[in-house]
């Protein structure tokens, strides 16, 4: 750099989302040096052991340098990227720039860099078109590029070729169009057939791609010529999936490196298998009289619209459980060498999805009724599978509710969550043979486990609570004498 370079050069660090994460993996660069950027303009999509979410750069200018390349982890607080705020001739910088030297670092006032999704104006997350390199003609304003990638998208959706902007500008080599909208789960379907975004035609609400258009991009491309011209004398034809290719046996290891989701999963479950004492205790119950129950809701006019499975009784049957045994609700405080009682139940649901095993938690799911307890773990099955669930989400927890069961298992020994003195394992529900009444039927059946933390429950606490807990599943009708 130059020896006025402060008044030129900006980096932009690697944000801290306040949410005790120390790292975050670039798993794509939206922009290359030498491409003009805009304040709020997404610029890389980063992956934490949390989410995977997109980082606005907070100035105007022309990108200098990228630090990192994709694929790489990068700690918080490492400078990612360098942004020439003064590019090109003295008369092209701001006034402002121009007045008094800045620090490299220094973020503009009243801006933070914080993640898309922890507290971004709305304003300065809009996703921005950028300029094509600088060569093929006159500057273009930032107003006029945005306005061509507009008509141009516009255009393409539309099957036909944008309308020049009003008023004429100088021509432009190539505008980028927007970067195509997508849910995470779509982009790795997408990643994994090998789909480019940019050739897919989107059917979901306000443009999104969904998982029916990438597999649709995969399948023979239709006769007609593409909607947009190319520059190749003949049309890109759509990219097909790739080939499944036979077992090479000469290889005998696969290394897949642990990051993300699954590094901190191993961390954490590492930490709390070798800081709690775990105790797990198992029931087996007949449960037929709780699937009655969920059946005869899913017709009870005041639940419309809400999803009813097992799920949702089991919960229900913990939060009662936890009232008459409050003593499981807590946790153990280290430091202080104190038993912090909880007096509120953040009920943690363990959710698989496309990046890992992930544990959001129902805020106050003690002082839910029995339909808001319905719509919140519905929303929060929802926003896991898209890949949207916030670090926010999954702190906080006090008690978790494992469902092995939808896997065919019977139960397992769950590892507890750090901070969390219980967890709750399902099984899954069978039909198998069992005495009722003094004769053998066929019987709805599960088999529930517990862990729990020895240093704050002990073996009667814990075995009265899942007792309690298999008793309401045995008759429902206890969540109304018990509750």
Known sequence: MTENASLRYREFKMPDVGEGLTEAEILKWYVQPGDRVTDGQVVCEVETAKAAVELPIPYDGVVHELRYPEGTTVDVGQVIIAVDVAPGTASEAAPAEAAAPESDTDEPKGRQPVLVGYGVAESSTKRRARKAPAGSGAPVAAATVAAAAAAAVQGELNG??????????????????????????????????????????????????????????????????????????????????????PVDLGVRETRIPVKGVR????????NSAFTAPHVTEFITVDITRTMKLVEELKSDRDMTGLRINPLLIIARALLVAVKRNPGVNASWDEAAQEIVQKHYVNLGIAAATPRGLIVPNIKDAHAKTLPELAGALAELVSVARDGKTTPAAMQGGTITITNVGVFGVDTGTPILNPGESAILAVGAIKLQPWVHKGKVKARQVTTLGLSFDHRLVDGELGSRFLADVAAILENPKRLITWG
């Open 160 to 245: 036909h070729a944008p309308a020049p902007p009003a008023p004429p500008a100088p021509a432009v080599s190539a505008v980028s169009a927007e970067r195509p909208l997508a849910k995470p789960p779509v982009r790795k379907l997408a990643k994994d057939l090998g789909v480019d975004l940019t050739q897919v035609v989107p059917t979901g609400p306000d443009g999104i791609i969904t998982r029916e258009d990438v597999h649709a991009a995969v399948a023979p491309a239709a006769p007609e010529a593409p909607a947009a011209p190319v520059a190749a004398p003949a049309p890109v034809p759509v990219q097909q999936a790739p080939q499944a290719q």
């Open 263 to 270: 590094k901190a999963t191993a961390a954490a479950m590492v």
